[in-house]
């Protein structure tokens, strides 16, 4: 069964407005979230990794005053997409791992975010 | 409602065997079911299927889909350390651009 839950699973917005996406861990402890991207041809872009209690590194060319993450606890990360655009428009997915050297990551159901 | 299921969640092998990963999906106005290795940055994209009994290979890598059944599976034949990994499974719909993706199952490989 799902170990990450995502939400929404799809939102449509008004440009210029902000959207948030929850992502949980469900039964165990996440001391660090990853948030993906989709692009054209089925590819995944690693947006940021944010870990509990402190600022998320962001990835070159990722606007992290656009793309806020907060990870304050170590069940929940949320990203928000500030003054959503039309070109924001894709599939963002997260991701969970337990532990700093467990290689396991468990990942959300992704959400559709349509801004029109 | 529309879900995507692995399965087994983890996997413990040593090098040289066969894995086969299971992926099951409920999803209506089913278009197409891809599979992804999860490594570094980002998941990198294996394959899609959208015909049933077609077999996709790559390497030691192959996968096939059943749209009666509704599942795939993944299977990675004489593994290797390097196989260790995530591998996400995901559907995409017809209808309105979306995808479900699946929790992932983490393989890992010891020597």
């Known amino acids: 069964g799902a170990v990450v839950s995502q939400h929404p699973s799809r939102v449509i917005c008004k440009s210029g407005t902000s959207v948030k996406i929850e992502c949980r861990s469900l039964d165990f402890q996440a001391t660090t979230m990853f948030w993906y991207r989709q692009f054209p041809k089925k590819s995944l872009m690693l947006m940021a990794t944010?870990?509990?209690?402190?600022?998320?590194?962001?990835e070159q060319g990722v606007e992290k005053d656009k793309f806020l993450i907060n990870h304050a606890s170590l069940t929940l990360s949320t990203l928000t997409v500030t003054s959503a655009h039309p070109e924001d428009s894709s599939f963002y997915i997260c991701?969970?791992?337990?532990?700093?050297?467990?290689?396991?990551?468990?990942f959300g159901q992704g959400t559709r975010l349509t801004v029109v | 409602e529309d879900k995507v299921v692995q399965s087994p969640l983890s996997l413990v092998v040593h090098e040289g065997d066969t894995v086969t990963l299971n992926c099951s999906y409920e999803v209506t106005n089913f278009r197409s079911l891809l599979w992804y290795k999860q490594e570094k940055k980002a998941p990198t994209f294996l394959f899609m299927l959208?015909?049933?009994?077609i077999e996709k290979k790559s390497g030691r890598l192959s996968s096939i889909l059943d749209k009666k059944e509704l599942f795939s599976i993944l299977n990675i034949t004489a593994t290797q350390t390097g196989d260790s990994a995530v591998y996400l499974c995901a559907v995409e719909r017809n209808t309105g651009n979306q995808f479900y993706f699946g929790t992932g199952t983490s393989l890992t490989v010891i020597p």
């Open positions: 959208t015909s049933s009994g």
């Open positions: 991701s969970a791992r337990e532990g700093q050297m467990n290689i396991e990551a468990f």
């Open positions: 944010s870990n509990e209690g402190s600022k998320a590194t962001y």
